[in-house]
């Protein structure tokens, strides 16, 4: 069981807004601003998409945005395209004696 | 560019150690605090530890504290993970991930291809 809770599944055609979100706690999420998101192609590395909750580093597709509010964070990818089908990770700096934990995971299809 | 190449994994029996190792290239490695991230097979990723950029400071998952202990070698560009007690479930494909910052934790930058370690009888 992930310290951090994602849908298992979202889909979405192409060309359409899809939001992830990942709910924490008190512990988490609420009280940081080190929030990321990950994204990963089946058998291949995470890859860095959001860092400190909206930052986009530098290559990322501006069709991904990210925000927080309370203790849930969201990743949004608009204009949803094929190659956007993968599995998508949040991940955050926790008070607890685990430093950061991550999300479940939400495997994104493109119908 | 940035490149992350790990190693050491292999098939081992519950009990036994490990070492891992992770090769950094294209940047200043003295400078970033580095992580170990694992994957179990078909699961989700799971933080295990992290060293600062000078190796005062470390940090460890609940599920590897006390079993498994993280190092780096500065002058040679290389970060170890040194596992022992090893059961089936730290079977999983284990990434080295460089932090964007040299201490703390602030996100997972840049990521290696993975090294699999299969803990089995």
């Known amino acids: 069981q992930s310290a951090l809770t994602q849908p298992v599944s979202v889909s979405g055609s192409p060309g359409q807004l899809i939001t992830i979100s990942c709910t924490g706690s008190?512990?988490?999420?609420?009280?940081?601003?080190?929030v990321s998101w990950y994204q990963q192609h089946p058998g291949k590395a995470p890859k860095l998409i959001i860092s400190?909750?909206?930052n986009r580093p530098s290559g990322v597709s501006n069709r991904f945005s990210a925000s927080k509010s309370g203790h849930t964070a969201s990743l949004i990818i608009s204009g949803l395209q094929a190659e956007d089908e993968a599995d998508y990770y949040c991940?955050?700096?926790?008070?607890?004696?685990?430093?950061?934990?991550f999300g479940g995971g939400t495997r994104v299809t493109v119908l | 560019q940035v490149h992350l190449v790990e190693s050491g994994g292999g098939v081992v029996q519950p009990g036994r150690s490990l070492r891992l190792s992770c090769s950094a290239s294209?940047?200043?490695?003295?400078?970033?605090?580095m992580h170990w991230v694992r994957q179990a097979p078909g699961r989700g990723l799971e933080w295990v530890t992290l060293i600062s950029f000078d190796g005062n400071n470390k940090y460890y998952a609940d599920s590897v504290k006390g079993r498994f202990t993280i190092s780096r070698d500065n002058s040679k560009n290389t970060l170890y993970l040194h596992m022992n007690t090893l059961t089936t479930d730290d079977t999983a494909l284990y990434y080295c991930?460089?932090?964007?910052?040299?201490?703390?934790?602030?996100?997972?930058?840049?990521w290696g291809q993975g090294t699999l370690v299969t803990v089995s009888s």
């Open positions: 991940s955050s700096y926790t008070s607890t004696s685990t430093l950061i934990v």
């Open positions: 400190e909750v909206k």
């Open positions: 991930a460089r932090d964007k910052k040299g201490s703390g934790w602030s996100a997972f930058d840049y």
């Open positions: 294209g940047f200043t490695f003295n400078t970033y605090a």
């Open positions: 008190s512990t988490d999420i609420r009280h940081f601003n080190y």
